[in-house]
């Protein structure tokens, strides 16, 4: 018997279309499995089981009569509870959000698998406004790491990585200010893509403004190549998205890395301690890339830590986002939120416009290194999960999230797309991710690369 909670959504779609099994009995078995992992991971904040499953009856009248309305007909897919989903609320983490109507807008990207038929069973989990690197937030408790329920499953698309990790869905919604959809990928041992920005139009627009990106969360990259794909198309709400994508992501997954010039950067340059086990999984994988016939150089980024100017944008935008809110909903926040709230109020327009010179800088130097280099590969985090309910590892003497995600911020800064693949697991079975970036608007080079280690079969982590 097969597990259709195994299976991606490229191997549902195929069997949907032999009429091996429906899109009903996929939609149930990933109903179930949600339910039953629930208790213990907290992946979600609603599951929406009769809504699903009518879905999917008519995804299933349509294939039953070889027409399906879309690439993802009878997919079951599920979205982070920051992006308007119509018909549910969207209440972002926080208790300081109400619940009363009307839903009556998707997301662009929400609408796009919606149009291709995709199958909602449920909104994850994700800390009050996605603030932050690790997902728990008042109005919904923690979420744990699938792999190991003491250890968090990482933020702020926490709950999104922990039920792909698990079965409850192959494609998942996530969004990326910092790293917030490679972060828990990463934790998490799933792929993670952060498009480059506006590949995926976005609306209401963040109050994090261009640092935020909406991406993929699946089992591989060939699912992510097929989501983008679906969601990676212009929307007339976002001024700032791109226009239509050069090509089909899906059809670029064939080249792989034969003759592309990879930067391999272990640590930035001496400026990040990566843990032994993280540092080995992922030399191994670069190995990996050089045997398949990539031209791999050690080489690092020109550029300096820029988390100063990152915390001026992401402490402002989170000031922002609550601004209108009165004085009894902030004290319904999460303390560490209504800390960097407050520290972001305190910055002048001129504090703003010099972080946003940082950014222009950095954002120049890494185009000129990708003249030189068609890929940079780094590990995802210098550490595998630590301790869930907490924003920073204990004893590690960071003071924000910030500290122990040195590899996946700066790419936020300069708008790069960047994707994370599993490796490998620690001698704790957690697991190990590796960081892959390309120049902006070459997301089908990430795709390649992550493509081609799947294919090699050095992609990967034991199921949870």
Known sequence: MTDLTELTAVQLVDGYHKGAFSPVEATRAVLDRAERIQPEVNAFVRLTGEEALDQARRAEERWRRGEPCGRLDGVPVTVKDILLTRGQPTLRGSRAVSPDGPWDEDAPSVARLREHGAVFVGKTTTPEYGWKGVTDSPLSGVTRNPH?????????????????????????????????????????????????????????????????????????????????????????????????????????????????????????????????????????????????????????????DPVDAFHTLWFSGA????????????????????????????????????????????????????????????????????????EVPKGAGYRRWTGWTPFTYPFNLTQQPAGTVPVGVDGDGLPIGVQIVAARHRDDLVLRGAHALYEAGAAGTPAP
Request: aromatic letters at 6%.
């Open 319 to 390: 000031a922002r986002v609550v601004q209108h809110l009165r004085a009894g909903q902030r004290e319904l926040l999460d303390p560490g939120l209504r800390e960097i709230v407050g520290a972001g109020a305190r910055y002048s327009a001129l504090d703003y416009l010099a972080a946003v010179d940082v950014r222009m800088e950095l954002g120049r130097r890494m185009g000129v290194f990708h003249q030189e280099y068609d890929l940079l590969v780094t590990p995802t985090l210098p550490v595998t999960a630590f301790e869930a309910g907490v």
């Open 148 to 304: 190991d329920p003491s250890r968090t499953a990482g933020g702020s698309s926490g709950g999104a990585g922990a039920a792909v990790a698990l079965g409850a869905g192959p494609l998942a919604l996530g969004t990326d200010g910092g790293g917030s959809v490679r972060i828990p990928a990463s934790f998490c041992g799933i792929f993670g893509l952060k498009p480059t920005y506006g590949r995926v139009p976005l609306y209401p627009a963040s109050a994090f403004g261009t640092l935020a990106h909406v991406g993929p969360m699946t089992r591989d990259a060939a699912d992510a190549a097929l989501m983008l794909d679906v969601i990676g198309t212009p929307d007339a709400r976002d001024w700032s998205a791109l226009g239509p994508a050069p090509g089909a992501y899906t059809e670029a997954l064939s080249g792989g890395v034969r003759g592309l010039r990879v930067a391999y950067s272990p640590s930035l340059g001496g400026q990040v301690a990566v843990r032994p086990a993280v540092a080995g999984a992922v030399r191994r994988a670069v190995e990996r890339l050089a045997g398949l016939g990539a031209y791999v150089t050690e080489a690092d980024p020109d550029f300096t």
